[in-house]
């Protein structure tokens, strides 16, 4: 039926290894791209962008250094997201309100010290 193989022991043996060879890599690969597809694509999943972030502080407490919209450009990295109560309560205990975002108007918060 199949002519084309090699007529001797040894060669037939040696091709049977290539070939399962091969397939325990394409079995490899499809657990792979099995796996791949059933786990939920994390590099896509972006957390939400928080309404409102405090940027720490560099001194001995951290306390924050300034409150921003959560959108503001100007945030550093280590900013932590905050709610709409703290970001009111930090500016009132006299927290700086960034000069690009305003939080502070955007918040209609009014500065009791003015």
Request: charged share 30%; glycine share 8%; aromatic share 6%.
């Amino acid at each position: 039926m199949f002519d084309d193989l090699p007529p001797d022991l040894d060669r037939l043996r040696t091709l049977r290894t290539w070939h399962q060879m091969w397939l325990h890599r394409i079995d490899r690969k499809i657990a792979l791209l099995t796996q791949r597809q059933t786990e939920p694509d994390r590099r896509r999943a972006r957390p939400p962008t928080p309404e409102w972030t405090a940027e720490p502080g560099t001194g001995p407490g951290r306390s924050p250094a300034y409150v921003h919209h959560g959108s503001c450009v100007l945030a550093g990295p280590r900013r932590r997201p905050i709610g709409r109560d703290e970001a009111r309560r930090l500016l009132a205990d006299g927290v700086p309100a960034c000069r690009r975002c305003r939080p502070d108007n955007r918040l209609a918060f009014l500065d009791p010290g003015a």
